[in-house]
């Protein structure tokens, strides 16, 4: 597996959870990290992704000031840190990795995790 999400539960509104993404080295090493998500009937959408070094990062305007992404390079983790989430955030969230940064779109990854369930209840 070359990247694996977890964290996702469930977690009522205005309170905070934590999803993890840990991957190979060579990934880590050499790729953008971020966030999709993708909620039922819906297509799956740019959440957040970081730099490789950890200096740059972009949100989705659904997410900003709310979600905060991060990265652990000598762990090979990226984290999404989730304050204040609306039942609108329920979704399932899966991580990737690209060779770009700036605004992603899901056509465009080149590594792709299985997802991680969030749920957020009112």
């Known amino acids: 597996v070359q990247l694996q999400a977890s964290g996702g539960g469930l977690v009522q509104a205005g309170g905070s959870l934590r999803l993890s993404c840990a991957g190979s080295?060579?990934?880590?090493?050499?790729?953008?990290m971020g966030w999709f998500r993708q909620a039922p009937g819906k297509d799956r959408e740019f959440v957040a992704n970081?730099?490789?070094?950890?200096?740059?990062?972009n949100y989705a305007d659904s997410v900003k000031g709310r979600f905060t992404i991060s990265r652990d390079n000598a762990k090979n983790t990226v984290y999404l840190q989730m304050n204040s989430p609306k039942p609108e955030d329920s979704a399932v969230y899966y991580c990737?990795?690209?060779?770009?940064?700036?605004?992603?779109?899901?056509?465009?990854?080149?590594?792709w995790g299985k997802g991680t369930l969030v749920t957020v209840s009112s």
């Open positions: 990737a990795a690209a060779a770009y940064g700036g605004i992603w779109y899901a056509g465009e990854m080149s590594y």
């Open positions: 080295a060579r990934i880590f090493s050499n790729y953008y």
């Open positions: 970081i730099y490789m070094s950890g200096g740059g990062t």
